[in-house]
């Protein structure tokens, strides 16, 4: 039988793609219910609108918070609080002052408190992290340009204060930069391109540096791209080995040879995380991430509609 009873808080686009089928095929795991205010008839498990009913009739050994940002930290405090260890979805929360929140608190009560960067999981990531490790970073260009009608079908909250606008995916590259560099990364300039529809940017542009690295660390996010989306970031490493990350980091190419996938596949990876957190009583914070989209806002020059 499985040892973690886990119920899942937000049942929107990423339950359902991605945590529904990763704890289904993890044996450490055994979903027990899910809770959603808009009620879903096809979740195979009891259903609640209110997650505070869920976890006084259910008892779960964890949660996995599928909400957006703005809501996760109430709600995580509830959970740690009745007794459950916590996964949370990317980012922990909407400030870095609600993460160091509920990190407090996971440590005071001795509860599993789980800040997922989901991309970081691919196994191609942890193969580039390996060689910038051995031959340290000179240069890390990040290109993340995709169709928000495509990827954020009705999701009014993105553009929302709090809602995250274009670092709601963008978030994710710098996750894996974060993984990959030897040293804290930090915001030199940055550019965001406003829409009236919105307080969020739909693109952005920053100029970063890291100790050690002597050449260019930039990023550009754009949710305007139309076609095929492109989720790269090419790094040349202080041996001039040539890294190139593509597909949200599932799929990494050295220098000119074909590019390889590998691994069981980023959410598969991050339950299996999860389970060892939870069985050694353990928590997991990173909010590097976090801190410089947060810096980013602090610098960056506003283009206008
Ligand atoms: P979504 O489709 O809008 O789903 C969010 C769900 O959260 C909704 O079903 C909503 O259900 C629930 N919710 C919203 N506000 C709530 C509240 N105050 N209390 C309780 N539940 C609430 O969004 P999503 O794309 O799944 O994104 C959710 C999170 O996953 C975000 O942080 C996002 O960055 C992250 N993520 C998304 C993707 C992706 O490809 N979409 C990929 C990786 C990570 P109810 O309104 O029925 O309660």
């Known amino acids: 039988m499985a040892d973690i009873r886990i119920a899942i808080i937000g049942f929107g686009k990423i339950a359902r793609d991605q945590h529904i089928p990763a704890i ?18 096809d979740a195979g498990v009891p259903v609640y609108r209110d997650y505070r009913e869920m976890l006084a009739s259910i008892r779960p050994d964890a949660v996995a918070i599928c909400t957006p940002p703005g809501p996760r930290h109430a709600i995580a405090r509830y959970c740690l609080e009745a007794g459950a260890d916590a996964l949370l979805e990317k980012p922990p ?16 009560l001795g509860r599993s408190l789980f800040t997922t960067w989901h991309a970081q999981f691919n196994a191609p990531v942890a193969r580039a992290a390996e060689v910038v490790a051995r031959e340290g970073l000179r240069a890390l ?33 710098l996750s894996i930069a974060t993984r990959l560099a030897p040293a804290p990364l930090l915001v030199r300039s940055a550019e965001l391109v406003m829409e009236a ?52 980091g599932a799929m990494l190419q050295i220098n000119d040879d074909s590019p390889i996938a590998g691994g069981a596949g980023e959410y598969p990876a991050l339950y299996a995380r999860f389970a060892e957190l939870v069985a050694t009583r353990r928590s997991h914070i990173d909010t590097e991430p976090l801190r410089i989209v947060a810096d980013t806002l602090l610098l960056a020059r506003r283009i206008l509609p």
């Open 197 to 248: 529809r919105g307080q969020q940017p739909a693109a952005a542009r920053l100029e970063m540096a890291c100790a050690d690295a002597n050449g260019r660390i930039e990023a550009h996010m754009d949710w305007r791209h139309k076609g095929q989306e492109r989720w790269t970031i090419a790094i040349e490493t202080g041996a001039g080995t040539r890294l190139l990350l593509s597909d949200g």
């Open 24 to 41: 289904a095929a993890d044996p450490a795991f055994a979903l027990v219910a899910v809770a959603t205010r808009a009620g879903a008839e």
């Open 93 to 108: 929360g909407a400030t870095l002052g609600e993460v160091a929140d509920l990190a407090a608190l996971a440590s005071r």
């Open 141 to 173: 260009r990040i290109e993340w340009l995709e169709d928000v009608e495509k990827w954020h079908p009705g999701q009014d909250w993105i553009w929302q204060a709090g809602g995250f606008g274009v670092f709601d995916a963008g978030i994710n590259a």
